[in-house]
Structures are given as structure tokens and as C-alpha cells.
């Protein structure tokens, strides 16, 4: 029998109720499939932080890298101010494992409900494969102000002064800026894992950007997603600019395959991409280190609101565990769970109250489990 140990970091608000249930899933398909997994537990999030003022410490980041893989539930509070968890736990932990792609499935299962009007499954079926350690994540900004380059205080200083009649000063609070940045290396590598992924399916790949207006860090990003499409001479290309893509994923998401996008703009169009597949209940996603340690999560976040009341759907968590499965080698145990999902979602019996049902998070992940193991 096969032995895995995969590190668990339930997090917060739902976070535990829902990576129970894909946990419970996996451990039914390793008794079908022939492996066991030992869930290592990692109390990181809200309560932890409260209690001990850490976030997430290296020592533990590093325990965490020596592993192919990580289960994450989600990560926010609302006693805590906003993005001090997000970027100290979850983007600390992205960053930390270089995980360059986050994998975001689009796919509209059998049986769901999607807003587009007279678009079915086999219309909606793609991959946005988001940039995910650089751009406006890399988390350089400030004030003019605290640690304003002379550079940025100079051009501040011309565009303003004038225009508010603003004194800018080292010391003032007058503006705010964020830097985003792109390297031909952070673009070059997530660009050709795109490519790669699309010479297995449909051979197709979606460019986001908005070099139009933002061309320096765009118009760079777009060179080199046009080198790396000349060396794929049988997949075939466009390119679409953020606003528009907002658009297309609505009217035509049956032109896409897969969508490589820097991180802002992947960030927001799969909130969209996941409403467009049934909403965020429904979506799962991996943050991807190929060589080293890649983590896997629903692509939502904790609502808070539903904390405790075993109401959410399990669902994009247990398929965020199916993903899993497969990045360790277990793509017959991963098949077997996204199947499991869909014949759940056909039956239709045990549905929670986003998909117009009254079951609970568990009920949901005992469904599952039970057709897993074909009972
Ligand atoms: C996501 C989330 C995160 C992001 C937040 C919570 C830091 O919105 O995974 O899409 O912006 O990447
Ligand atoms: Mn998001």
C-alpha cells in the first residue's frame, strides 16, 4: 500500500468544515485505489495568529517544502484587518514555494446551473493557468513617504504639484503607489507551462494582457509570450486585452482552452471564470511549483458567516483534493473523485443551498465518498 503524508492548513472560518469533507473523500478513494494518507495538521490562520501573534514562521515554511504537496481549506477573518492573514499565510506560502502557476479549472460539470444562457458543458470547458508570484502581488508600494525611491519622489513630485498643487515630501502622505513587477524568466516559465498543458488538450492558448495601455510590464509580457508561441508551431494563438476577456469568458467561453494570464488580471477573471462554471462553490484550484512543493485550495475564500453551520459546498475543496491526487501520480483515484462530484451533482438528491438543495457540508462529502468507493 502506498503512504502519503500531506501537510493539512484547515485555516480559517469554513476553512475546517470544508477540508474535512476533502479529506474524507481522498481517505474513501485510498481505500479504493490502494494508498493511505497521513494528514499532518497545521494550525496557521486566524485563532493561531490571535493567540501567538504568528503568522507563519520560515522554520515552518520549510517543514513545509520538504512536501510534493499541500491541502489548504482558506484563509481570512474579520477580527483581523484585511490582508494581513492573505498575504502573510497564503501568498507568504505561494511565494515561499515559488508555485508560478495557479491552475484554475473553468469547467461546466454536467448537471449545473451556469448564468450563461444556452451555454452547456461542452461549451464551457477550459483551463486559466494565472502567474502567480509576481506583478502587483510582489508586494512593493508604500506612501510618499516611507520608502519612496528619490526617483518615484521626482516624478511625484512633477505629476502632482502641479496638478493638486500637492508638496510632496519624503515625509508626506500625499500619494500611494504599488509597483508591479514582471521578469522574462517569471513570465517565460509560466508562458510555456501554458503551452505545455495546451499541447494536451485542444491546442489552443489565450493571451491576457492590457498592452494597449499598460505596455511596459504588458507589452513585455506579450514579447514573450510570442517567442514561446513560435516554438509551438502546432498550437494555435490570440490575444485579448483584460476589459475585453471579461466579455468573451461570458458571450464565447467555448473559443477557450487554455488562458495565460499575469496575476492581478488572473485573480479577477477567475472569480468571474468560476461564476461562469456555477458559481464559487463549484471551483477548484492548485498554485503549482512542477519541481517542488504545490498546494492546493477552493478558490474561495472563508465566509465567515457560514463558520460553523456545516451549510457551505465541499465541492470545489474536494476537487481542489482531486488535483491533488493526480500532481502525486493517483490520476485513476483523482478521475474517480471528479466523477464521484458529477454523478453527486446528477443525482441531484444531496445538493447544498447554493445549488438549490438543503444538505449539509457533510452530508455532501459522505455522497461523495460513498460513490467513490461505488457503494
Ligand atoms: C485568490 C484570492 C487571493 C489572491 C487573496 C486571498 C490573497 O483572492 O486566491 O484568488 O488575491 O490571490
Ligand atoms: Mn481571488
Not at 486585452?241 to 469568458?249: E, K, L, P, Q, S
Not at 519541481?291 to 453551520?309: D, L, N, R, V, W
Not at 485513476?332 to 473523485?337: F, L, S
Request: glycine share 10%; charged share 25%; aromatic share 10%.
Amino acid at each position: 500500500m502506498t503512504q502519503y503524508k500531506i501537510p493539512v492548513i484547515p485555516g480559517d472560518g469554513i476553512g475546517p468544515e470544508i477540508i474535512a469533507e476533502g479529506c474524507k473523500v481522498i481517505d474513501a478513494a485510498g481505500e479504493k485505489f490502494g494508498f493511505d494518507v497521513e494528514w499532518v495538521e497545521y494550525p496557521h490562520g486566524a485563532d493561531h495568529y490571535l493567540k501567538t501573534g504568528e503568522l507563519i514562521s520560515e522554520d515552518t515554511l520549510a517543514e513545509l517544502n520538504r512536501n510534493p504537496v499541500i491541502y489548504l481549506g482558506s484563509i481570512g477573518d474579520p477580527r483581523v484587518a484585511p490582508g494581513v492573514l492573505e498575504k502573510g499565510i497564503l501568498l507568504a506560502a505561494r511565494f515561499y514555494f515559488d508555485e508560478y502557476v495557479n491552475l484554475r479549472p473553468i469547467k461546466l460539470l454536467e448537471g449545473v446551473w451556469t448564468p450563461i444562457k444556452d451555454k452547456t458543458p461542452k461549451d464551457i470547458d477550459f483551463v486559466v493557468v494565472r502567474e502567480n508570484t509576481e506583478d502587483f502581488y510582489i508586494g512593493i508600494g508604500g506612501k510618499a513617504g516611507r520608502g519612496t525611491s528619490k526617483d518615484l519622489l521626482e516624478v511625484s513630485r512633477n505629476l502632482y504639484s502641479a496638478k493638486f498643487g500637492l508638496d510632496i515630501e519624503t515625509d508626506s502622505e500625499e500619494i500611494a503607489y504599488q509597483i508591479g513587477m514582471i521578469s522574462k524568466e517569471g513570465t517565460q516559465r509560466v508562458i510555456s507551462y501554458a503551452f505545455d498543458l495546451a499541447e494536451k488538450r485542444k491546442k489552443h492558448v489565450s493571451s491576457v494582457d492590457k498592452a494597449n495601455v499598460l505596455s511596459d510590464i504588458y507589452g513585455f509580457w506579450r514579447k514573450e509570450f510570442e517567442a514561446i508561441a513560435a516554438k509551438h508551431p502546432g498550437v494555435t494563438t490570440d490575444f485579448n486585452y483584460v476589459d475585453a476577456m471579461t466579455m468573451w469568458f461570458v458571450k464565447n467561453p467555448e473559443w477557450f482552452d487554455v488562458v495565460v494570464t499575469p496575476n492581478m488580471f488572473g485573480d479577477i477573471i477567475t472569480d468571474l471564470g468560476a461564476m461562469v462554471q456555477g458559481g464559487l462553490g463549484l471551483a477548484p484550484g492548485g498554485n503549482i511549483n512542477p519541481k517542488g512543493t504545490s498546494m492546493f485550495e477552493p478558490i474561495h475564500g472563508s465566509a465567515p458567516k457560514y463558520k460553523g453551520q456545516n451549510k457551505v459546498n465541499p465541492i470545489a475543496t474536494i476537487w481542489a483534493g482531486a488535483m491533488m491526487m493526480e500532481q502525486l501520480g493517483e490520476k485513476e483515484a483523482a478521475d474517480t473523485i471528479v466523477s464521484a462530484i458529477e454523478t453527486n451533482i446528477l443525482q441531484a438528491k444531496v445538493r447544498t443551498y447554493d445549488m438549490g438543495g438543503s444538505s449539509t457540508t457533510s452530508d455532501v462529502g459522505d455522497d461523495i465518498a460513498r460513490i467513490v468507493q461505488g457503494k
